[in-house]
């Protein structure tokens, strides 16, 4: 399944490049995100807890960062199973500056299966949608946060 | 089979099931038309179960001020041959007649539907067309949200942990209102691949009033306001028609699946809703 689209960060172009990269970001912004570590270069260990509707999914997986270019580009490779299926992810982030905000581009490749392909087809791609919609909003509220004067 | 243990609760009254609920952690178990099949299949593994089978007050569809009442508890079948709704507001008994197959709607409900947030789900196209209310209890009070608001995402609804359903409101249709439900459905799963709802009222010659509501074509349902600006005010004939219908995609990140492209969908969602406007003009009067 191809997914594809761009969401607008009201950051600039150098920010939007090191939160997209901070684990700990990725880690409170991701729904369901109950771990993230650092396992090697570029590449962490993460678990999930996935609650769609009346589903729900435990999923462990591993995330690596590659093809570096600071600040417009790089890819993200993501691996994960779960007892309801697995689901293996390639996209490449395109940042491209807008005077103070930045748009993310992603377009990838992402596959999906098991039980809950064989009976979820209809609804994945909707469902992948959800989720990164979810992700970018959650960003955004974070880097409006970050970006407040400290109050006092 | 369903593989795991849960607690099973099947309260007689509201109250009781909405003390139940209160805990936050319990699934309502409405006709299981959605969530048992998830069950069986272990992509959801509740720990408590609250059936609200029981609870009569939740099933029943009365007329009161204008407006027509339907139980969260009602099936689609009660609600497809309901004569009340039939003569007052027929959009949602047709909405319904088209939803799975007789099984499914002898046992599915309105309320479980909604709650479940299909993104191809039948209701909701015809439930944004008729503007239609979502009244929601839960231990703490009780609200009442509009369809557009309750239909938050892609199976998410606005409803919060401890809440249901109560009972979904709809207006009585002015006399001379014409309604249309047009669906392109998947065969295999019953569900829309587009589906499109219409409501008009034409006054002197012209269309006074549309409201159109799209299922299946994106994350969640929607209604088509751009469609609805073009044809009112129009004398509604089959190049108005078509001209509104050609904007209904507009600006919508279409689904795509195995059966049909998001190509495809826009451009059935076309076809399927200058059906729905051809179909409701043709009765309106």
Redesign the interface.
């Known amino acids: 399944m191809k997914i594809g689209g761009s969401y607008t960060l009201p950051v600039a172009r150098e920010r939007a490049y090191e939160v997209l990269q901070d684990p700990e970001v990725l880690a409170r912004c991701m729904p369901g995100t109950d771990h993230l570590a650092k396992i090697g270069p570029d590449e962490y260990e993460m678990k999930m807890k996935m609650v769609i509707s009346a589903v729900q999914g435990l999923f462990a997986g591993k995330v690596r960062i590659a093809d570096q270019k600071p600040p417009e580009q790089f890819r993200l490779l993501v691996e994960g199973s779960g007892k309801v299926g697995f689901l293996k992810g390639d996209g490449l982030l395109t940042l491209v500056s807008s005077e103070a905000s930045t748009e993310v581009r992603y377009e990838g490749e992402v596959q999906v299966g098991g039980v809950i392909a064989g009976v979820g087809q209809r609804l994945l791609d909707t469902t992948a949608k959800l989720v990164i919609r979810k992700f970018f909003e959650k960003l955004t509220e974070f880097v409006g946060e970050a970006s407040q004067p400290a109050a006092g | 089979m369903i593989s795991q243990n849960f607690e099973y609760s099947a309260p007689n009254n509201l109250n009781e099931a909405l003390a139940l609920l209160a805990g936050g952690n319990a ?1 309502v178990l409405a006709g299981g038309m ?2 048992i ?2 069950m069986k ?6 720990d408590h179960l609250v059936d609200l089978s029981r609870v009569a007050d939740l099933k029943s569809i009365r007329e009161e001020a204008g407006s027509i009442r339907i139980g969260a508890m009602t099936t689609h079948w009660e609600i497809e041959s309901s004569p009340l709704l039939r003569a007052k507001s027929p959009l949602l008994a047709v909405a319904a007649s088209n939803i799975g197959d007789v099984q499914v709607r002898n046992m599915g409900t309105i309320g479980g539907s909604i709650a ?5 789900a039948d209701y909701p196209a015809s439930l944004l067309a008729l503007e239609a209310k979502v009244r929601i209890v839960s231990a703490k009070g009780e609200r009442t949200l509009g369809i557009v608001e309750f239909l938050v ?4 609804t606005a409803l919060d942990p401890g809440e249901i359903v109560r009972e979904i409101i709809v207006p009585v249709e002015a006399a001379g209102t014409g309604v249309s439900y047009q669906k392109m459905v ?1 065969p295999a ?1 019953g ?1 829309a691949i587009v589906g499109a709802a219409a409501r008009v009222q034409k006054s002197g010659g012209k269309v006074s009033l549309v409201r159109v509501g799209m299922t299946g074509l994106a ?1 969640k349902a929607f209604r088509a306001t751009g469609v609805e600006n073009l044809l009112a005010g129009t004398g509604g004939t089959a190049a108005d028609v078509q001209k509104a219908a050609a904007v209904v995609a507009d600006g919508i ?1 279409a ?5 049909a492209s998001a190509a495809y969908r826009r451009q059935m969602a076309k076809v399927y809703t200058a059906r729905a406007l051809t179909q409701a003009l043709s009765r309106a009067s």
């Not at chain 2, 299949?41 to 509740?46: S, Y």
């Open positions: 699934k959605s969530l099949p998830l299949l272990r992509l959801a593994a509740p479940h947030a299909d993104p191809a995402d892609a199976l998410t998947q799963s569900f994350g990140d689904n795509a699946d195995l059966h």
